[in-house]
């Protein structure tokens, strides 16, 4: 072959690559749940793969449709998850227009990008009439999008399964009023840990229910792994929607050993992971540094050392 005619073989190759991997969502289609598995539209198990943003209260300048094509990429993210503070002050509860605007721009972001994205109530309390409004509000407005996924409680730090379960349940019926399909991520109590309390007494009468469990891999191991096997045997499926290598505080030293250990066990067990997060904060868990763009186009540079493992381990999936 020519050299020319090479280098445009190479460019149309690279360009097919490009386009084939970033249509997820073309590719997959509605997922629903089947069992203790998310499927695609074809009914087979379905793996999503991406990244938390940080708070959208404290990192908003990250929130943006700009960023969102670059994760899903650059980074191979075939999910991301946009985290609208619920608590804190400047958050949801007291900003509630702003915070929407910031949180519509992830998700319309990753409706253009052919992405999932997930729209989660980053709330570590229960705010009950709040969620009820503004998950019936997506729900009309998104629900017709297979892109998207609702969490409806981040992290309970509640001793009570019963009280997070009657939760939800308004949440849910809330939802399914304006939405009968897209998938709901339920949280169970002591930050997504207790998932044995759900595996024994799971809520029923809806469809396209999963549970979150957490992991910060320095601090959580086989005991919690354990906890899942227990569910996912129970039937109980399970999607990781926070997850990340060091301790659980989102500081200090990541845990390779540890972290690769959940990474196997979620990818036999066919459950998607998502790992916090975009942000800037000076801890180990925010995978970027100060100097990178609010809009993405990050280099190395801009990564820190959770950020580089993180993409590399999602550039290894897409390929
Ligand atoms: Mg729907």
């Given at each position: 072959?020519k050299p020319?005619h090479?280098i445009?073989s ?13 249509q ?5 289609g509605?997922?629903?749940v089947?069992?203790a598995?998310m499927v695609?539209?074809n ?20 929130y943006?449709k700009?960023?969102?094509?670059w ?7 075939t ?10 002050k ?11 605007e ?8 990753a ?5 999932y ?11 009950q009439d ?7 509000e997506?729900a009309?407005k998104y629900?017709?999008y297979?892109?998207?996924i609702?969490?409806i409680f981040?992290?309970p ?11 939800s349940?308004e949440?849910i ?7 009968p399909?897209?998938?709901?991520l339920?949280?169970?109590p ?12 799971p809520?029923?009468g809806?469809?396209?229910?999963m549970?979150?469990?957490?992991f910060?891999?320095a601090?959580?191991k086989?005991e919690l792994?354990?906890?899942?096997d227990?569910?996912i045997?129970k ?5 990781v ?20 250990k959940?990474?196997d066990?979620m990818?036999?067990?066919k459950i998607s ?11 180990s868990?925010?995978m970027?540094?100060?100097s990178a ?7 190395e540079n801009?990564?820190?050392e959770?950020?580089?493992?993180t993409r590399?381990?999602l550039r290894?999936?897409a390929?």
């Amino acid at each position: 072959m020519k050299p020319k005619h090479l280098i445009i073989s190479a460019l149309l190759l690279l360009f097919a690559h490009c386009f084939i991997n970033a249509q997820p969502v073309k590719d997959n289609g509605k997922l629903s749940v089947q069992g203790a598995f998310m499927v695609n539209e074809n009914g087979e198990p379905t793996v999503l793969r991406g990244v938390s943003y940080g708070w959208h209260n404290w990192w908003p300048r990250f929130y943006n449709k700009e960023s969102v094509k670059w994760l899903a990429e650059d980074w191979k993210c075939t999910v991301v998850r946009a985290a609208m503070g619920v608590g804190p002050k400047g958050s949801y509860i007291d900003k509630k227009a702003w915070s929407k605007e910031k949180i519509e721009a992830v998700i319309n972001g990753a409706i253009e990008a052919g992405i999932y994205v997930i729209i989660d109530w980053h709330s570590h309390e229960i705010h009950q009439d709040e969620a009820v409004s503004f998950f019936s509000e997506m729900a009309e407005k998104y629900g017709d999008y297979p892109n998207v996924i609702y969490e409806i409680f981040n992290e309970p730090v509640h001793d009570s399964w019963e009280d997070v379960k009657a939760y939800s349940i308004e949440v849910i019926k809330a939802i399914r009023e304006k939405d009968p399909d897209n998938i709901i991520l339920v949280g169970c109590p002591h930050w997504d840990q207790d998932i044995h309390l759900v595996a024994d007494d799971p809520i029923t009468g809806f469809n396209n229910l999963m549970y979150t469990v957490h992991f910060y891999a320095a601090t959580h191991k086989k005991e919690l792994r354990d906890r899942g096997d227990y569910a996912i045997k129970k039937g109980i499926p399970i999607f990781v929607s926070e997850s990340a290598a060091m301790k659980a505080n989102g500081d200090g030293e990541l845990d390779y050993k540890s972290w690769d250990k959940w990474i196997d066990w979620m990818e036999k067990n066919k459950i998607s992971w998502i790992t916090w997060s975009i942000a800037d904060k000076n801890e180990s868990c925010s995978m970027l540094k100060k100097s990178a763009s609010d809009t993405g186009s990050w280099g190395e540079n801009d990564l820190k050392e959770s950020g580089i493992e993180t993409r590399n381990r999602l550039r290894s999936f897409a390929d």
